[in-house]
């Protein structure tokens, strides 16, 4: 048997054999990747849900349709705490800041006196902070994703917030 036939077997059976490892290298890094970014739309879909449900409780009671301020935090809480698991610290840090304006409309809420100039201050740097989070999770999911200009959900204000696009209008019936 001949070198030249030894060799190029063998240099055909290595070239192969490595193929398939760096095959197998890149799909599984392109696996984990898409769970990744699965695993943060999943967290971001959460902190907006529960966001959304605590600001509507918190909205309930100060337009007193509850007879007490009655939030559940634990859910908040644990949107929270998925949500450190996957993202990113600007978004963290975007999150955090709704975090900041819902305990600061609970206190205002626990507060002696309140009044409606200080709850639409609130809301407006809910508002916001809103706005900060939705789009650093837009580019944390895609680089590419240019921000959003329109805002969805979150308080029931229609005029202008100073950092925020209004949201959207409820269609005419």
Request: charged fraction near 25%; charge should be neutral; aromatic fraction near 6%.
């Amino acid at each position: 048997m001949s070198w030249a036939v030894v060799a190029s077997t063998g240099g055909a059976a290595l070239t192969t054999l490595l193929g398939v490892v760096v095959g197998a290298a890149l799909a599984r890094r392109a696996q984990q990747r898409q769970w990744l970014k699965d695993a943060k739309s999943q967290a971001y879909s959460a902190v907006l849900r529960e966001y959304t449900r605590v600001e509507f409780d918190l909205r309930g009671a100060y337009l007193k349709k509850h007879s007490r301020l009655q939030v559940d935090w634990a859910p908040w809480g644990g949107a929270l705490s998925g949500l450190s698991l996957v993202a990113e610290d600007d978004v963290m840090s975007a999150a955090q800041q709704i975090a900041d304006r819902l305990d600061a409309m609970d206190a205002f809420l626990r507060g002696a006196d309140p009044h409606d100039e200080q709850w639409r201050v609130l809301q407006d740097g809910l508002v916001v902070a809103q706005m900060t989070f939705v789009n650093c999770a837009r580019r944390s999911l895609d680089r590419a994703q240019p921000p959003t200009a329109i805002r969805i959900g979150g308080p029931l204000i229609t005029e202008e917030v100073p950092g925020a696009t209004p949201r959207l209008a409820a269609p005419e019936r």
